[in-house]
């Protein structure tokens, strides 16, 4: 016979809600979900997936653009850049 064990997990709302309505367009719920996730986990040994740095927004990826052709202000200190950001060090 197998034991059932509940979890009880805290998510922020928004994510969850996401994930659920992407889920249930697959036809799975979230429990269903969790426990193909954990099995995947339980035969690799392993995450099923490659953890990858988070995707950088819009202005992220403008600001380092800037940066890779040169661009974007200078400063010479650590002081002048928290001045400029209006932080005080």
Known sequence: MIHKKTLSITLDSPLTEEVQDILKSQGLSLSEAIRLFFEQ??????????LLPKIPNVKTRQALEEAEAGQGEVFETVAELYRDLGLRQ
């Open 41 to 50: 986990i339980q035969q690799r040994k392993r995450l099923p997936f490659a």
